[in-house]
């Protein structure tokens, strides 16, 4: 197993200078894309949002390393969280590598708990970094879907639409060099260290300001009651999927997600034992 950020600095680096591009085989064509989407929403000035940002396309034999930025407007919004998606584990990825090396456990530069997912909340960006050093490409990132999801509040003045958008993280490609980096690495480094590129596809999301209708009213008719509740329990079970602005209706104790605790203030709401939603007096 070569060391995990030997992998990130060879991924980081590859690009900056003519010396170290002849030692690698790069490719970028068509048929080696990554395609990324920055999901969108609809909320209230003042409130909780959050977007997924998916892989949408991935060459075949997958790929082990990954560096982006998601920029947004920090003068509207700020990012509180970002947690690892669905596919961000590829058949146990980090419990392979912390078997390998329990020092790791210790490398993260954001959360608590080790992952081949690390990030940065950032000015203006989120940098966001996937990278494994394990051989086996079983381990690499090889399906479609979350990869991970963004949350942050929308400030109370804010207005209009404001775009996620995808882009390469603003650094020096070296200290010192006074060059910026203006690329992203999605790529197949093999055990010789040689990386394979993949180009890249992007779709920017946005998050938009405005009503998206009555705290509670899941399905959208303009009356809050049981049959509210109803349709959020089912979503906590995972039964059926709410549309985004049915999210942030039927998030009615601010906290971000959708689950039982929703439902049963909805109810709550329905039998009267309430007259206002928690998230209505934040």
Do not use: H
């Not at 938009?208 to 303009?222: F, K």
């Not at 509740?229 to 709410?242: E, F, K, N, S």
């Amino acid at each position: 197993m070569k060391l995990k950020r030997l992998v990130s600095g060879v991924l980081a680096c590859a690009l900056s200078a003519t010396a170290v591009l002849s030692t690698f085989a790069f490719t970028a064509s068509a048929a080696d894309t990554v395609g990324v989407t920055v999901g969108s929403a609809t909320v209230n000035a003042g409130e909780t949002f959050s977007v997924d940002v998916n892989l949408t396309s991935i060459p075949s034999g997958g790929i082990n390393a990954l560096e982006f930025a998601v920029g947004y407007d920090s003068s509207a919004i700020t990012i509180t969280s970002v947690t690892a998606g669905a596919i961000a584990d590829p058949n146990g990825a980090a419990a392979a590598e912390l078997a390998l090396n329990s020092g790791l456990a210790d490398s993260m530069v954001s959360g608590s708990a080790y992952s081949c997912l690390d990030y940065a909340i950032l000015d203006d960006q989120v940098s966001i970094t996937w990278v494994t050093a394990l051989e086996d490409s079983n381990y690499w990132l090889n399906t479609t879907g979350v990869l991970c999801t963004i949350t942050g509040t929308v400030s109370d003045s804010a207005s209009g639409t404001y775009p996620l958008s995808i882009e390469s993280i603003y650094r020096e490609t070296y200290s010192g060099s006074g060059v910026y980096n203006s690329s992203m690495y999605f790529a197949q480094v093999d055990a010789d260290l040689n990386a394979t590129y993949a180009t890249v596809s992007g779709t920017d999301g946005e998050v938009t300001i405005g009503s998206v209708g009555l705290y509670g009213d899941a399905n959208g008719d303009g009356v809050v009651n049981s049959i509210d509740a109803t349709i959020v329990t089912r979503a906590a079970l995972q039964v059926l999927t709410l549309s985004a602005d049915a999210q942030v209706r039927c998030d009615v104790n601010g906290d971000g997600t959708i689950n039982s605790i929703d439902a049963t203030i909805i109810t709550r709401y329905a039998l009267k034992v309430i007259t206002v939603f928690p998230v209505e007096n934040k």
